[in-house]
């Protein structure tokens, strides 16, 4: 297994990004004063409340509260993993990530040995791809297959379509060279290992559809029985790599087809997306053998503004579609459109567009289904008749509603619901059935909003705040100017102390890489809000602010422990050791006086 990423390493990738740069090929930015704004990509605004600051390379949204370097941008808008993240970024600059082995005992002789034995699980899967192909190649059976099936040569190399042979072992032999590759390839969902102890390949005698993640990296597989043999369709099982209610077949190729496409249709096969693509319709990707999630959605709508499902127009491919409008409605702000497809009876997406043809198949989906017909029209076949039904569709209807973020798409839902309940233009009755969900869809936004109070700058969120947003400065202040106020015994002062040792040790830290020093530490989020802090009113000479902060905290703190020590003793007493401490503390703020 890989190990830990060195935080040297994320500094320098962090060093040589421009956040202002990369977000810009993304989200389109404008000069606004010494930083840039633009419409929130995370949520629906009208006017901007994104900020991306070019001096502390760090964004953040006034309006939601998202923050981050440009580590988590990638991850937030690319959906991206950690890992995945700094995998991206390295890449930009052609570097290779580099990892510290976590058997901290292993001389460096043993680590480079057990490096050179250890083989990557993305090359391993990427190298089994190739296995695949080479295979389809030496099969007349395999390839006289595909073309029964309509499908090109040229379609086939494009989705790198493959084959396995008929054999318990054929990847075993070929690829588990040792103990260890064996391992790491059961970890990664091409061998099974079963209670006898016996080790076989997963996949035998299927067509092989490579899954690709969202920067082209084989993940997985999904096998196509070439008989009436089941199951049909067998698909990788979740591993380190793989994660199926986050990935989507051809999404990548949709991608490499079209950096921002109108639209993407999601259908429910592999072989619906190849042949769709032969014949044009370049924008197709399919769940891998699970329902349509939140993950996928939210991947989609960062793709593209309107997605369309595409499903059986049978019961399960309805209700199918329903879970996948339940789980979309919550993302449905403004300019984003989902739509809905059901297919005939004995037809899918590849038959269907073989016998239409691409113009009719197209003509298809620009007629496709707006997803408030389709909740009224589900809702209505559910209700019971009379004004009972009436009055459970109207409380159905609402609760659906509700959960679609406010703005226009929520307005015409009300107005269409009052429409189809035969209430009026007026709409009266609806706003008060509104009124009554209300209370409880705005405790559960107001729950999920981040808290955007202003942060009320204490002098030690001050400090902290100074050093988070003009680390340089900070680094410049000497041993003097700070011991005094670390040996304060009061909250945050340990805190403002790491952070000071951080920044000294490296004097050309920015905030964004200090802030990655605390991305996985309980205080993280609490920093973040203060480097992005717009109260501070901090003037040029920071280093002076700084001191001066440092002499507030300082005194403040005589203050309050002159005033305890005073009390008690009127109270009943000091002992020796606090009398020695007041008569200290009242001299030094009498010397501080003059």
């Given amino acids: 297994m890989s190990g830990r990423i060195p935080q040297s390493f994320i500094d320098d990738l962090l060093a040589r990004t421009d956040i202002v740069d990369l977000i810009d090929q993304r989200v389109k930015l404008k000069k606004a004063g010494k930083n840039y704004q633009a419409c929130c990509p995370f949520h629906n605004e009208k006017s901007p409340s994104f900020t991306v600051s070019h001096e502390k390379q760090f964004y953040h949204c006034f309006g939601c509260g998202a923050h981050g370097t440009v580590l988590g941008f990638l991850m937030e808008y690319d959906g991206l993993e950690f890992l995945d993240a700094i995998d991206e970024l390295a890449g930009m600059h052609g570097l290779t990530v580099p990892r510290e082995n976590s ?35 030496q099969s007349n059976t395999a390839i006289q297959y595909l073309k029964n099936r309509g499908l090109s040569g040229e379609v086939v190399k494009r989705f790198n379509i493959g084959y396995v042979p008929d054999e318990w072992d054929s990847v075993k032999r070929q690829f588990a060279s040792n103990s260890e590759t064996e391992s790491q390839l059961i970890d990664g969902g091409m061998l099974i290992k079963n209670d006898n102890g016996r080790v076989y390949d997963r996949f035998r005698d299927r067509i092989m559809f ?71 319709i370049d924008y197709a990707v399919a769940s891998l053998g699970t329902a349509t999630t939140p993950e996928h959605l939210q991947l989609l709508f960062r793709t593209t503004r309107e997605v369309i499902c595409c499903y059986d127009g049978d019961r399960a491919g309805r209700d199918a579609a329903w879970r996948a409008l339940e789980n979309a409605l919550p993302l449905l702000q403004d300019g984003r459109s989902l739509k809905f497809v059901f297919v005939p009876d004995g037809e899918d997406p590849d038959s269907l567009v073989r016998k239409l043809g691409a113009d009719d198949f197209s003509q298809l989906l620009d007629n496709a289904q707006d997803f408030g017909d389709f909740l009224f029209e589900r809702l209505s076949q559910e209700a019971m008749s009379g004004d009972a039904g009436q009055h459970e569709l109207a409380n159905q209807a609402a609760a659906a509603i509700v959960k679609v973020p406010e703005g226009f798409t929520r307005e015409g839902l009300i107005t269409q619901l009052s429409r189809q309940l035969n209430w009026g233009e007026n709409e009266r009755r609806v706003r008060e059935l509104f009124s009554r969900l209300q209370p409880e869809a705005k405790a559960a936004t107001e729950a999920a909003r981040p808290n955007k109070k202003k942060i009320k700058l204490t002098p030690i969120r001050r400090a902290i705040a ?17 011991q005094e106020v670390a040996m304060l015994p009061l909250p945050g002062i340990d805190l403002l102390q790491t952070l000071l040792v951080q920044v000294q040790a490296q004097p050309s830290m920015t905030t964004a890489q200090l802030l990655e020093h605390w991305r996985d530490h309980s205080s993280g989020p609490a920093l973040a809000r203060l480097a992005m802090s717009d109260e501070l009113f901090a003037g040029d000479l920071i280093e002076q602010e700084l001191k001066d902060t440092f002499a507030v905290l300082i005194e403040d703190y005589f203050s309050s422990r002159i005033e ?3 009390q008690k003793s009127s109270q009943g007493g000091l002992s020796t050791a606090e009398k020695q401490e007041l008569i200290l503390l009242l001299s030094e703020t009498k010397a501080s006086r003059h």
């Fill in 103 to 137: 058997h901290s005992s292993q001389t460096p002789q043993q680590q480079a040995a057990a490096k050179a034995v250890r083989q990557d699980l993305y090359q391993q899967l990427t190298d089994i791809s190739r296995f695949y192909q080479h295979h389809l190649r």
């Fill in 210 to 280: 490579p899954i690709h993640d969202r920067r082209g990296r084989v993940i997985g597989f999904g096998g196509r029985v070439l008989g009436d043999g089941t199951p049909k369709y067998l698909n990788s099982p979740e591993t380190p790599v793989f994660h199926k209610g986050r990935e989507l077949y051809g999404l990548y190729e949709v991608r490499q087809a079209q950096r921002s496409p109108e639209r993407i249709l999601i259908v429910e096969g592999y072989m619906d997306v190849v042949a769709l693509a032969q014949f044009g």
């Fill in 466 to 482: 100074l050093v988070l947003q003009y680390p340089a400065a900070a680094a410049r202040l000497s041993t003097t100017d700070t």
């Fill in 564 to 566: 305890a020590l005073q």
